[in-house]
């Protein structure tokens, strides 16, 4: 477009918002019933579903499927820090 | 021949990313202990949990999912010229953030008037599993009310400065921002949610 489209960055659609808060209940329901199931299937819903919400976030609502590769970079090893820091965490504790 | 002052719209977001990249750690390190200590306190954290109301955590939720996109749409407005629109979206977004620290209000209220509370002769006397899924209870929703109420503030000062014309089309990178900060607060709920309000 111009300059001032890139001064403010990629323009999301609010139909496209619209349908990712409605994946966002849709998934925060599939969350609530799996943990009215079984324990198991809760902790299961927990490490999937809870991802997979925030993932629908980051990407959508803070606009991180149009940013370069520069921020993407950056958001990628700072969650790779924290996952390498409580996977340590759980290696530490089951093998202690 | 003028050339146009320089904002450096990418600067400023690449700033606020680096701020938030510092809060991911501050709850990252509170999410590991809770991780650790359930770990070791797997019956202690699923029977203190019980005591939580699921349907508040719930509602909560849904009152912070659609704060966040109150919060993407009003950038989009404004990113597309429809200021007023883009005022009364983030403007919503506060109430609902306002909404929720008094859904969070009332449900602290009724811990402590049941005695619990950090320190309260109560969870001092429980078995220490529990008292510590209390603990981190209290620090780690708190700490997130803590953020939802700075971003409450933060977005009725940008809705404002929208609605009088200093943050429009072009020059948005500050309600941008305001949105990645309220973002980020609620994709931390979506991980509190779980871990204390459905652990039962």
Redesign the interface.
């Known amino acids: 477009m111009n300059a001032m489209a890139q001064e403010q960055g990629h323009v999301v659609e609010p139909s496209t918002l619209l349908k990712v808060w409605a994946a966002l209940v849709v998934l925060t329901g599939l969350l609530v019933a799996a943990s009215l199931v079984s324990p198991a299937l809760a902790v299961a819903a927990m490490l999937t579903l809870t991802p997979l919400k925030a993932g629908l976030v980051f990407y959508y609502f803070m606009h991180l499927k149009h940013e370069g590769p520069l921020l993407r970079g950056m958001v990628l090893a700072a969650l790779t820090v924290l996952v390498v820091f409580i996977g340590m965490m759980f290696l530490d504790l089951a093998f202690r | 021949m003028s050339e146009p002052a320089h ?1 450096d ?1 990418q600067g400023a ?2 700033g606020m ?2 701020f938030l ?1 510092t809060e ?2 501050l709850f ?1 390190g509170l ?2 202990l809770y ?2 200590y359930r ?2 306190h797997p019956a202690e954290f ?1 029977r203190a949990s019980q005591e939580l109301n ?1 349907v508040i955590g ?1 509602g909560n ?2 009152v912070l ?2 704060s ?2 109150f ?3 009003a ?2 407005a404004v ?2 010229g429809r200021g007023e629109a883009g005022a009364r979206w983030a403007a919503l977004t506060a109430c609902l953030g306002a909404l929720f620290l008094m859904n969070k209000g009332l449900e602290w209220g009724a811990k402590f008037h049941h005695g619990i509370f950090p320190g309260s002769a109560l969870v001092k006397a429980m078995p220490p599993g529990e008292g510590l899924f209390f603990g981190l209870y209290f620090t780690m929703t708190g700490l997130h009310a803590l953020h939802v109420l700075i971003g409450v503030v933060l977005l009725a000062v940008v809705a404002l400065l929208v609605k009088g014309g200093r943050v429009r ?5 500050l309600l ?1 921002n305001a ?2 900060y309220w ?2 607060v ?2 931390i709920w ?2 509190l ?3 204390f309000y ?3």
């Not at chain 2, 089309?169 to 990178?173: F, P, R, S, W």
Request: charged share 10%; aromatic share 10%.
């Open positions: 904002a719209y977001k690449i990313w680096l990249f991911l750690m990252g999410f590991l991780a650790a770990m070791l699923h699921a719930v939720t849904l999912l659609t966040s996109l919060a993407a749409l950038l989009t990113q597309q089309q072009g020059d948005c990178v941008e949105g990645l973002h980020l609620d994709v979506i991980f949610l779980p871990l459905l652990a039962a």
